[in-house]
Protein backbone atom coordinates (compact mmCIF):
# COMPACT_ATOMS: atom_id res chain seq x y z
CA UNK A 1 0.00 0.00 0.00
CA UNK A 2 1.28 3.24 -1.13
CA UNK A 3 1.56 6.27 1.62
CA UNK A 4 -1.08 8.24 0.13
CA UNK A 5 -3.40 5.10 0.27
CA UNK A 6 -2.56 4.82 3.84
CA UNK A 7 -3.29 8.70 4.31
CA UNK A 8 -6.68 7.84 2.79
CA UNK A 9 -7.52 4.90 4.71
CA UNK A 10 -6.37 6.94 7.67
CA UNK A 11 -8.93 10.14 6.65
CA UNK A 12 -11.50 7.70 8.38
CA UNK A 13 -10.07 7.12 11.54
CA UNK A 14 -12.28 7.44 14.31
CA UNK A 15 -11.58 8.02 18.18
CA UNK A 16 -13.66 7.41 20.62
CA UNK A 17 -12.00 9.37 23.76
CA UNK A 18 -9.09 11.49 24.01
CA UNK A 19 -5.74 9.24 23.01
CA UNK A 20 -4.15 8.03 26.20
CA UNK A 21 -0.23 7.43 26.42
CA UNK A 22 0.87 3.91 24.51
CA UNK A 23 -2.89 3.32 23.22
CA UNK A 24 -3.58 1.51 20.02
CA UNK A 25 -4.99 5.34 19.02
CA UNK A 26 -2.13 6.92 20.24
CA UNK A 27 0.44 4.86 18.16
CA UNK A 28 -1.80 4.82 15.19
CA UNK A 29 -2.03 8.71 14.96
CA UNK A 30 1.79 9.50 14.93
CA UNK A 31 2.04 6.52 12.28
CA UNK A 32 -0.21 8.27 10.06
CA UNK A 33 1.19 12.07 11.23
CA UNK A 34 4.46 10.23 9.80
CA UNK A 35 3.41 9.08 7.16
CA UNK A 36 1.96 12.60 5.82
CA UNK A 37 5.57 14.60 6.86
CA UNK A 38 6.66 12.11 4.55
CA UNK A 39 4.76 12.24 1.85
CA UNK A 40 5.10 15.80 1.77
CA UNK A 41 8.73 15.70 1.97
CA UNK A 42 9.17 13.11 -0.80
CA UNK A 43 6.83 15.05 -2.86
CA UNK A 44 9.24 18.49 -2.38
CA UNK A 45 5.98 20.13 -0.80
CA UNK A 46 5.98 23.04 1.52
CA UNK A 47 2.45 23.08 2.37
CA UNK A 48 1.66 23.62 6.02
CA UNK A 49 0.52 20.20 7.85
CA UNK A 50 -3.21 21.11 8.38
CA UNK A 51 -4.32 17.19 8.18
CA UNK A 52 -2.09 16.62 11.02
CA UNK A 53 -3.74 19.01 13.53
CA UNK A 54 -7.32 18.08 11.99
CA UNK A 55 -6.52 14.70 13.41
CA UNK A 56 -4.89 16.32 16.56
CA UNK A 57 -7.91 18.09 17.42
CA UNK A 58 -10.11 15.04 16.58
CA UNK A 59 -7.99 12.65 18.96
CA UNK A 60 -7.78 15.32 21.45
CA UNK A 61 -4.43 15.21 21.84
CA UNK A 62 -3.48 18.13 22.94
CA UNK A 63 -5.85 17.21 26.47
CA UNK A 64 -3.05 14.56 27.50
CA UNK A 65 -2.46 16.23 30.55
CA UNK A 66 -5.90 16.71 31.58
CA UNK A 67 -7.40 14.26 34.30
CA UNK A 68 -9.37 11.44 33.02
CA UNK A 69 -12.64 12.87 34.73
CA UNK A 70 -11.98 15.97 32.79
CA UNK A 71 -12.22 14.54 29.52
CA UNK A 72 -8.36 14.02 29.05
CA UNK A 73 -5.55 11.41 29.18
CA UNK A 74 -4.44 11.59 32.86
CA UNK A 75 -1.01 11.80 31.68
CA UNK A 76 2.25 13.03 33.62
CA UNK A 77 4.56 15.71 32.20
CA UNK A 78 6.66 12.95 32.02
CA UNK A 79 4.10 11.31 30.35
CA UNK A 80 3.54 13.79 28.15
CA UNK A 81 7.27 14.33 27.27
CA UNK A 82 7.65 10.88 26.46
CA UNK A 83 4.32 11.30 23.77
CA UNK A 84 6.31 14.54 22.55
CA UNK A 85 9.28 13.00 21.83
CA UNK A 86 7.67 10.01 19.74
CA UNK A 87 5.44 12.93 17.82
CA UNK A 88 8.79 14.82 16.87
CA UNK A 89 10.17 11.36 15.77
CA UNK A 90 6.85 11.36 13.43
CA UNK A 91 6.70 14.78 12.67
CA UNK A 92 9.33 17.94 14.42
CA UNK A 93 6.97 20.67 12.77
CA UNK A 94 3.89 19.09 14.32
CA UNK A 95 5.36 19.09 17.69
CA UNK A 96 6.83 22.25 18.20
CA UNK A 97 3.73 23.48 17.23
CA UNK A 98 1.98 22.48 20.16
CA UNK A 99 4.50 24.02 22.56
CA UNK A 100 2.93 27.15 23.66
CA UNK A 101 -0.39 25.02 23.63
CA UNK A 102 0.61 22.68 26.35
CA UNK A 103 2.40 25.56 28.28
CA UNK A 104 -0.97 26.74 28.55
CA UNK A 105 -2.63 23.83 29.72
CA UNK A 106 0.04 23.50 32.70
CA UNK A 107 -1.23 27.19 33.26
CA UNK A 108 -4.82 26.31 33.21
CA UNK A 109 -4.46 23.41 35.47
CA UNK A 110 -3.34 25.29 38.27
CA UNK A 111 -5.67 28.21 37.63
CA UNK A 112 -6.85 28.60 41.30
CA UNK A 113 -10.25 30.25 40.13
CA UNK A 114 -11.97 27.07 39.65
CA UNK A 115 -14.90 28.40 37.44
CA UNK A 116 -12.38 29.83 35.08
CA UNK A 117 -10.37 26.58 34.81
CA UNK A 118 -13.19 24.34 34.51
CA UNK A 119 -13.94 27.00 31.52
CA UNK A 120 -10.75 26.65 30.02
CA UNK A 121 -10.65 23.08 30.51
CA UNK A 122 -13.68 22.47 28.46
CA UNK A 123 -12.33 24.20 25.71
CA UNK A 124 -8.93 22.17 25.74
CA UNK A 125 -10.77 18.66 26.71
CA UNK A 126 -13.03 18.95 23.28
CA UNK A 127 -9.98 19.47 21.57
CA UNK A 128 -8.85 22.74 20.24
CA UNK A 129 -5.95 24.13 20.28
CA UNK A 130 -4.45 26.97 21.99
CA UNK A 131 -1.48 29.53 19.96
CA UNK A 132 0.80 32.16 21.41
CA UNK A 133 1.27 35.71 20.35
CA UNK A 134 4.29 36.36 22.75
CA UNK A 135 7.17 37.68 21.24
CA UNK A 136 8.12 41.20 20.37
CA UNK A 137 10.96 42.29 18.50
CA UNK A 138 11.62 45.69 20.21
CA UNK A 139 14.73 46.92 22.45
CA UNK A 140 13.39 45.69 25.68
CA UNK A 141 15.59 42.23 27.11
CA UNK A 142 13.60 38.85 26.22
CA UNK A 143 11.70 37.59 29.41
CA UNK A 144 10.55 40.65 31.24
CA UNK A 145 7.05 41.25 31.02
CA UNK A 146 6.96 44.87 29.12
CA UNK A 147 4.72 44.15 25.81
CA UNK A 148 4.77 47.36 22.99
CA UNK A 149 1.64 45.75 22.03
CA UNK A 150 -1.25 47.27 24.13
CA UNK A 151 -4.50 46.36 25.80
CA UNK A 152 -6.92 49.46 26.07
CA UNK A 153 -10.08 50.29 28.04
CA UNK A 154 -13.24 50.27 25.77
CA UNK A 155 -16.89 50.47 27.18
CA UNK A 156 -17.15 47.35 29.05
CA UNK A 157 -14.29 45.73 27.05
CA UNK A 158 -11.10 45.94 25.93
CA UNK A 159 -9.08 46.79 22.57
CA UNK A 160 -5.84 45.00 21.59
CA UNK A 161 -3.37 46.76 19.49
CA UNK A 162 0.49 45.34 18.18
CA UNK A 163 2.68 43.20 16.32
CA UNK A 164 3.90 39.46 17.88
CA UNK A 165 6.51 37.76 16.25
CA UNK A 166 7.99 34.14 16.24
CA UNK A 167 3.60 32.97 16.70
CA UNK A 168 4.61 29.23 16.70
CA UNK A 169 1.89 27.41 16.24
CA UNK A 170 -1.04 30.22 16.06
CA UNK A 171 -1.67 29.70 12.30
CA UNK A 172 -3.00 25.76 13.06
CA UNK A 173 -5.12 26.63 16.51
CA UNK A 174 -8.86 27.95 17.57
CA UNK A 175 -7.70 29.98 20.73
CA UNK A 176 -4.50 32.22 20.90
CA UNK A 177 -2.73 34.13 24.76
CA UNK A 178 -1.69 37.39 23.71
CA UNK A 179 0.51 38.82 26.22
CA UNK A 180 0.32 42.97 26.52
CA UNK A 181 0.05 46.17 28.80
CA UNK A 182 -2.07 48.47 29.80
CA UNK A 183 -1.26 52.13 29.84
CA UNK A 184 0.14 52.00 32.82
CA UNK A 185 2.76 49.37 32.31
CA UNK A 186 0.57 46.13 34.00
CA UNK A 187 1.32 43.31 32.23
CA UNK A 188 -2.13 41.02 31.00
CA UNK A 189 -2.94 38.63 28.94
CA UNK A 190 -5.83 37.87 26.65
CA UNK A 191 -7.33 34.58 25.97
CA UNK A 192 -9.34 34.94 22.53
CA UNK A 193 -10.46 33.05 19.17
CA UNK A 194 -7.33 33.54 16.74
CA UNK A 195 -11.09 33.96 14.20
CA UNK A 196 -11.86 37.35 15.84
CA UNK A 197 -11.88 40.74 13.47
CA UNK A 198 -8.75 42.11 13.41
CA UNK A 199 -6.50 39.09 14.66
CA UNK A 200 -4.03 38.54 11.39
CA UNK A 201 -2.00 35.60 11.09
CA UNK A 202 0.53 35.84 8.67
CA UNK A 203 2.92 32.56 7.18
CA UNK A 204 6.12 34.28 7.00
CA UNK A 205 9.14 32.34 8.59
CA UNK A 206 11.64 32.46 7.18
CA UNK A 207 14.41 30.04 9.20
CA UNK A 208 16.82 27.85 7.95
CA UNK A 209 14.44 24.93 10.09
CA UNK A 210 11.06 24.38 11.69
CA UNK A 211 9.90 25.71 8.56
CA UNK A 212 6.44 24.45 8.63
CA UNK A 213 5.62 25.33 12.63
CA UNK A 214 3.55 28.46 11.25
CA UNK A 215 6.40 30.78 13.30
CA UNK A 216 4.97 34.04 11.77
CA UNK A 217 3.66 37.20 12.58
CA UNK A 218 0.45 37.77 14.64
CA UNK A 219 -1.12 41.61 14.13
CA UNK A 220 -3.70 42.84 16.44
CA UNK A 221 -5.15 45.81 14.45
CA UNK A 222 -8.01 47.06 17.40
CA UNK A 223 -9.26 43.41 18.60
CA UNK A 224 -12.18 43.56 20.91
CA UNK A 225 -11.55 41.82 24.12
CA UNK A 226 -14.43 41.11 26.32
CA UNK A 227 -13.83 41.87 30.22
CA UNK A 228 -13.84 37.57 31.43
CA UNK A 229 -10.62 37.25 28.73
CA UNK A 230 -8.31 39.03 30.48
CA UNK A 231 -5.90 38.22 33.23
CA UNK A 232 -3.89 40.40 34.80
CA UNK A 233 -0.36 38.65 35.21
CA UNK A 234 0.82 38.53 38.68
CA UNK A 235 4.26 38.84 38.65
CA UNK A 236 5.12 37.64 41.88
CA UNK A 237 4.15 34.27 41.69
CA UNK A 238 6.75 32.11 40.80
CA UNK A 239 6.67 31.43 37.23
CA UNK A 240 6.75 27.35 35.59
CA UNK A 241 8.99 28.20 32.68
CA UNK A 242 11.28 25.47 32.77
CA UNK A 243 8.23 23.23 31.00
CA UNK A 244 9.16 25.69 27.71
CA UNK A 245 12.70 25.37 28.11
CA UNK A 246 12.24 21.54 28.14
CA UNK A 247 10.03 21.04 25.71
CA UNK A 248 12.43 22.17 22.84
CA UNK A 249 15.07 19.29 24.19
CA UNK A 250 12.07 17.15 23.96
CA UNK A 251 11.70 17.86 20.09
CA UNK A 252 15.31 17.39 19.87
CA UNK A 253 15.31 14.32 21.10
CA UNK A 254 12.82 13.10 18.72
CA UNK A 255 14.53 13.95 15.97
CA UNK A 256 17.39 12.42 17.08
CA UNK A 257 15.63 9.05 17.35
CA UNK A 258 14.98 9.83 13.24
CA UNK A 259 18.67 10.58 12.75
CA UNK A 260 19.08 6.68 13.72
CA UNK A 261 16.42 5.66 11.53
CA UNK A 262 17.62 7.23 8.48
CA UNK A 263 21.42 6.01 9.38
CA UNK A 264 20.21 2.20 9.32
CA UNK A 265 18.11 3.51 6.32
CA UNK A 266 21.26 4.73 4.58
CA UNK A 267 23.55 1.75 5.09
CA UNK A 268 20.63 -1.32 4.19
CA UNK A 269 20.10 0.88 0.98
CA UNK A 270 23.83 0.87 -0.30
CA UNK A 271 24.73 -2.11 -2.59
CA UNK A 272 28.19 -0.98 -2.52
CA UNK A 273 31.05 0.25 -0.04
CA UNK A 274 34.38 2.37 -0.18
CA UNK A 275 37.76 0.34 -1.91
CA UNK A 276 39.12 0.96 1.84
CA UNK A 277 36.22 -0.10 3.28
CA UNK A 278 36.75 -2.50 6.29
CA UNK A 279 33.63 -5.17 5.28
CA UNK A 280 32.08 -6.37 1.57
CA UNK A 281 29.21 -4.81 2.38
CA UNK A 282 28.22 -1.87 4.07
CA UNK A 283 26.39 -2.97 6.54
CA UNK A 284 28.68 -5.26 7.98
CA UNK A 285 31.34 -2.79 8.23
CA UNK A 286 32.59 -2.29 11.83
CA UNK A 287 33.23 1.37 11.12
CA UNK A 288 29.90 1.97 10.09
CA UNK A 289 28.33 0.39 12.93
CA UNK A 290 30.44 2.66 15.11
CA UNK A 291 28.86 5.52 14.07
CA UNK A 292 25.34 4.36 14.03
CA UNK A 293 26.07 3.04 17.32
CA UNK A 294 27.49 6.34 18.46
CA UNK A 295 23.90 7.81 16.51
CA UNK A 296 22.27 5.35 18.91
CA UNK A 297 23.60 6.02 22.17
CA UNK A 298 23.23 9.94 21.82
CA UNK A 299 20.03 9.26 21.18
CA UNK A 300 19.18 7.17 23.74
CA UNK A 301 21.23 9.97 26.26
CA UNK A 302 19.39 12.59 24.94
CA UNK A 303 15.47 10.98 25.81
CA UNK A 304 17.08 9.75 29.23
CA UNK A 305 18.01 13.40 30.13
CA UNK A 306 14.69 15.13 28.82
CA UNK A 307 12.26 12.24 30.80
CA UNK A 308 14.74 12.98 33.90
CA UNK A 309 14.54 16.76 33.62
CA UNK A 310 10.50 16.33 33.20
CA UNK A 311 10.55 14.32 36.81
CA UNK A 312 11.24 17.57 38.57
CA UNK A 313 8.72 19.22 36.43
CA UNK A 314 6.32 16.72 37.93
CA UNK A 315 7.47 17.20 41.48
CA UNK A 316 7.22 20.65 41.24
CA UNK A 317 3.80 20.74 39.40
CA UNK A 318 2.72 17.89 42.37
CA UNK A 319 3.51 20.40 44.96
CA UNK A 320 1.93 23.15 44.16
CA UNK A 321 -0.70 24.91 46.81
CA UNK A 322 -3.71 26.87 45.18
CA UNK A 323 -1.60 27.32 42.02
CA UNK A 324 1.55 28.03 43.69
CA UNK A 325 4.83 26.42 42.63
CA UNK A 326 7.54 26.25 45.49
CA UNK A 327 10.40 28.38 44.39
CA UNK A 328 12.95 25.75 44.84
CA UNK A 329 11.19 22.92 43.16
CA UNK A 330 10.86 25.38 40.00
CA UNK A 331 14.19 26.23 40.25
CA UNK A 332 15.22 22.55 40.33
CA UNK A 333 13.33 21.79 37.30
CA UNK A 334 14.90 24.74 35.45
CA UNK A 335 18.44 23.80 36.55
CA UNK A 336 17.73 20.29 35.33
CA UNK A 337 16.07 21.78 31.89
CA UNK A 338 18.83 23.99 31.67
CA UNK A 339 21.53 20.85 32.18
CA UNK A 340 20.00 18.79 29.90
CA UNK A 341 20.11 21.83 26.96
CA UNK A 342 23.42 22.08 27.47
CA UNK A 343 24.21 18.56 26.90
CA UNK A 344 21.82 17.87 23.94
CA UNK A 345 21.85 20.31 21.41
CA UNK A 346 25.64 19.74 21.78
CA UNK A 347 25.46 15.69 21.18
CA UNK A 348 22.44 16.38 18.51
CA UNK A 349 24.21 18.85 16.58
CA UNK A 350 27.39 16.69 15.95
CA UNK A 351 24.83 13.71 15.55
CA UNK A 352 23.03 15.53 12.61
CA UNK A 353 26.63 15.64 11.14
CA UNK A 354 27.54 12.04 11.85
CA UNK A 355 25.07 10.81 9.92
CA UNK A 356 26.69 11.88 6.45
CA UNK A 357 29.31 9.60 7.38
CA UNK A 358 27.56 6.40 7.20
CA UNK A 359 26.27 7.61 3.37
CA UNK A 360 29.33 9.11 1.51
CA UNK A 361 28.53 11.39 -0.61
CA UNK A 362 25.34 10.41 -1.96
CA UNK A 363 23.57 11.01 1.01
CA UNK A 364 24.49 14.79 0.27
CA UNK A 365 21.54 14.85 -2.48
CA UNK A 366 18.99 16.94 -2.03
CA UNK A 367 16.42 14.47 -2.44
CA UNK A 368 17.51 12.79 0.69
CA UNK A 369 16.53 15.56 2.83
CA UNK A 370 18.85 14.54 5.49
CA UNK A 371 19.90 18.55 5.75
CA UNK A 372 16.68 18.71 7.98
CA UNK A 373 17.88 16.90 10.80
CA UNK A 374 20.64 19.85 11.19
CA UNK A 375 18.86 22.72 10.24
CA UNK A 376 15.88 21.76 12.15
CA UNK A 377 18.38 21.39 15.52
CA UNK A 378 20.25 24.38 14.99
CA UNK A 379 17.13 26.11 14.61
CA UNK A 380 15.50 25.04 18.02
CA UNK A 381 18.59 25.08 19.99
CA UNK A 382 19.19 28.53 19.27
CA UNK A 383 16.27 29.43 21.35
CA UNK A 384 18.15 29.74 23.90
CA UNK A 385 21.65 29.96 23.53
CA UNK A 386 24.02 27.46 25.30
CA UNK A 387 26.83 29.64 26.90
CA UNK A 388 23.91 31.64 28.76
CA UNK A 389 22.72 28.54 29.98
CA UNK A 390 25.84 26.93 31.06
CA UNK A 391 27.19 30.05 32.50
CA UNK A 392 24.49 30.27 34.80
CA UNK A 393 24.63 26.39 35.69
CA UNK A 394 28.32 27.33 36.92
CA UNK A 395 27.64 30.21 38.61
CA UNK A 396 24.78 28.35 40.46
CA UNK A 397 27.35 25.40 41.23
CA UNK A 398 30.48 27.24 42.47
CA UNK A 399 28.67 30.46 43.98
CA UNK A 400 25.14 29.20 44.58
CA UNK A 401 23.63 31.98 42.58
CA UNK A 402 20.32 31.11 41.72
CA UNK A 403 19.37 30.81 38.09
CA UNK A 404 16.74 33.59 36.43
CA UNK A 405 13.92 31.40 36.56
CA UNK A 406 11.67 34.16 35.05
CA UNK A 407 13.02 33.64 31.13
CA UNK A 408 10.61 32.77 28.67
CA UNK A 409 11.69 31.82 25.10
CA UNK A 410 9.16 31.40 22.21
Not at 48 to 71: C, K, M, N, T
Not at 92 to 116: C, F, M
Not at 149 to 178: A, P
Not at 183 to 188: A, I, L, N, Q, R
Amino acid sequence: MSIQDQLNEASSLTFNGPVKVDSPELNQLIDVIAKDAEERRNAGSEELPYHAFDLIRQSRLGALRLPVELGGGGASIRDLFYVLIRLAEADPDVAHSLRAHYWQVEEILRNPDKERREQLLGIVAKGDIIGNAFTEISSKNVGHLIFETTLTQDGEGYRLNGTKYFSTGTIYSDWVIVMASTPEGKPVSAFIPTNRDGVIIEDDWDGIGQKLTGSGTTRLNNVYVNREEVTFIDETKTPFNSFLQLYLQGVIAGILRNVVTDAKALVHGRSRTFTFASADTPAADPLLQQIIGQLSSSAFAAEALVLAAADALDIAVNEAVNGEIDFDLSHEASLRAAQAKVIIDHLALQAATLLFEVGGASATRQSKHFDRHWRNIRTLASHNPIAYKARAIGDYVVNGTKLPIREVYF
